[in-house]
């Protein structure tokens, strides 16, 4: 018998996917394109420190990339099965539990390894450029390697026991959200105030720690974290691996999964908003569930606290980082709403449902309202409160400085992302945006699975490189692009998909 056969098949038909030779492509292309925009637009031609600055900006990009592919690749690839009845199918041969788990994750992680692969040549052209060592290069490769092994093990761990594509990505965003962002937080925090003991070597598991002591400059000093670390977290993606080949085994015969409208029925006694349901059906069909609600206000008032208490005990001249840890986050909220934007129709196409809604008296217009009133139901106040600590700290730091320096000066003097008193208008437009792009990408593309990544390359990417252009009024534009579009008749556009399909 061939050894792991579900691993052979799979990456068979990875291998003859057109879409696998595009993925080494448009990576290469897009680590090009990003790299040398902030060589054109950014002080970063001149100077002995321009390769290290660059390498630390584009591994940056790439470790968060890293830790959030699970989401997108394999938060679903056992759930799908479990959906549609296959799984079983593979438990009548006489395939293993690890033998199925193994062939998925590689399959799944065939993508994300070449895409890896490929921005390796780029991140090296920082080597030429001085300021990094072959030594600090290959670590840094090493570590986001390993950040991108961890992400993609959680995902399947957390689709092994999941039915729910919506609950699966939101499960998994929240862990390496954890792993990689809240517990290097708290693990410095416990620092300050004389707690490193206890908690220094549950910082190990984090892929964060991996990637910050790859550096020369914390490397030369404690090269055994960096060694520590990377077995540590590596380690714990095979606990993930062992975790989902346990959990396959007691769930792969689990009942069909409750429709949504059945889910939201059953809970219309207990949750008072579900009684503003009215006469449109759409609202309730785009419920969120409420572990969604909980990372979202979790994320926030987290990063609310703790870039308050900052405020309180970090020097004024310190405070520029929050505006670095603000992006972050922001990003991290973006992530999450696009995936959510996208859900209903990515859902509605592949299950068929939206013909059946299309055929009903909803309009267009009640469809698209529906959709924004459930976004604004659950991101409109952790928004707000991400926002809160960012103004008070722009306020803060003009009054403290007389307008002249400390954050003030650090936020305006950041050509790249508007400045610190754009940040919160164009955080706003960046979500419309997102909203408007992602809904008419998940409706009009032939892959709808494709909108929430595409949707983000398009929305955050190219005010990186259009310094003629601020960020607000790209945003505006592709947000009144996409409601124009939006306006058109959805039963014409789906008549047009299905004709065009073979």
């Not at 018998?1 to 057109?18: D, G, N, Q, S, Y």
Request: charged residues 15%; proline residues 5%; aromatic residues 12%.
């Amino acid at each position: 018998m061939t050894f792991l056969p579900i691993v052979e098949r799979e990456l068979r038909v990875a291998a003859r996917r057109k879409s696998t030779r595009r993925i080494r492509v448009w990576t290469t292309v897009a680590a090009i394109v990003v790299a040398g925009g902030f060589l054109l637009v950014g002080p970063l031609s001149s100077g002995t420190g321009a390769g290290g600055v660059l390498f630390q900006i584009t591994t940056g990009y790439v470790f968060v990339m890293a830790a959030v592919a699970g989401v997108f690749v394999t938060s679903d690839c056992l759930s799908e099965e479990k959906r549609a009845g296959t799984l079983e199918l593979l438990f009548l041969t006489d395939l293993h539990p690890h033998e199925i788990v193994l062939g998925k994750f590689i399959a799944r992680m065939l993508n994300p390894f070449l895409a890896w692969l490929a921005v390796l040549p780029v991140l090296a052209f920082a080597l030429l450029l001085g300021g990094v060592t072959a030594g600090e290069f290959w670590r840094v490769a090493l570590a986001l390697w390993n950040t991108l092994f961890l992400s993609l093990a959680v995902g399947v761990a957390v689709s092994a026991g999941s039915r729910d594509a919506q609950r699966a990505a939101g499960a998994v965003l929240g862990i390496m959200v954890l792993l990689a962002g809240l517990l290097p937080a708290v693990v410095i925090l416990s620092g300050g105030l004389g707690w490193t003991a206890p908690l220094g070597w549950v910082n190990w598991l984090s892929p964060f720690l991996a990637y910050r002591t790859a550096m020369d400059v914390v490397y030369s000093g404690a090269p055994s974290w960096f060694w520590n670390s990377l077995c540590a977290s590596h380690a714990f993606g095979w606990f993930w691996l062992l975790l989902a080949t346990l959990t396959i085994r007691r769930t792969w015969q689990d009942a069909p999964v409750v429709t949504k409208a059945e889910t939201v029925l059953r809970t219309a006694g207990r949750r008072a908003r579900r009684r503003r349901v009215e006469n449109n059906p759409v609202y309730w069909l785009m419920a969120a569930s409420p572990g969604l609600e909980v990372l979202v206000w979790g994320l926030a008032a987290t990063w609310a606290v703790a870039a308050l208490a900052a405020l309180q005990w970090l020097p004024e001249s310190r405070w520029s980082w929050l505006y670095v840890a603000a992006k972050g986050v922001g990003l991290l909220l973006k992530i999450i709403f696009v995936t959510q934007v996208c859900r209903f129709f990515v859902e509605a196409r592949r299950n068929g449902s939206l013909e059946m809604l299309l055929c009903t008296p909803v309009t267009n217009e009640e469809i698209i309202r529906a959709h924004w009133r459930h976004l604004r139901r659950v991101f409109l106040g952790p928004v707000l409160v991400f926002l809160l600590p960012v103004f008070l700290a722009t306020l803060l730091a003009q009054d403290f400085s007389g307008g002249g320096s400390g954050l003030w000066s650090h936020l305006l003097a950041n050509p790249w992302t508007g400045g610190g008193l754009m940040l919160i208008p164009t955080t706003v437009t960046d979500f419309l945006a997102l909203g408007g792009v992602g809904l008419w990408l998940s409706l009009s593309m032939r892959k709808p699975s494709l909108a929430p990544g595409v949707t983000v390359l398009c929305v955050l990417l190219p005010p990186l490189f259009l310094i003629f252009l601020p960020d607000f009024f790209y945003a505006v534009l592709l947000f009144v692009w996409a409601r124009e579009r939006l306006g058109r008749d959805f039963r014409q556009r789906l008549s047009e998909q299905i004709e065009r399909s073979p």
